[in-house]
């Protein structure tokens, strides 16, 4: 059985990749907030919005999951762990400063 699920979701990845008409979207920065229904995610690339997400609680709840785990195993493979950017903004803090002095 684990086979058939593994070669659907291989299918149907290369389908999504494939369609020209689902929009391929880069990002490297997000605004999220949330109301009492859904969440709202704002996808961003430099700083400008490329996409407006509204999710679910419980699909931002599977997502954020799915996500952990495929980063944690990720980790786990390349024994190298990915920071966030808010631990990079913390490490970095001041280091473009000192070099601009």
Not at 38 to 60: C, G, P
């Amino acid at each position: 059985m684990e086979d058939n699920s593994q070669e659907a979701l291989q299918q149907q990845i290369q389908s999504a990749l494939a369609n020209k008409e689902i929009p391929h979207i880069y990002f490297n920065g997000v605004t999220i907030t949330s109301s009492s229904g859904d969440m709202l995610i704002i996808l961003k690339r430099n700083n400008e919005s490329v996409a407006v997400l509204n999710v679910s609680y419980t699909m931002a709840k599977t997502l954020s999951t799915n996500l952990g785990a495929l980063i944690a195993n990720f980790e786990d493979v390349t024994e190298n762990p990915i920071m966030t950017t808010k631990e990079i903004e913390e490490k970095t803090r001041g280091t473009q400063d000192d070099k601009n002095e």
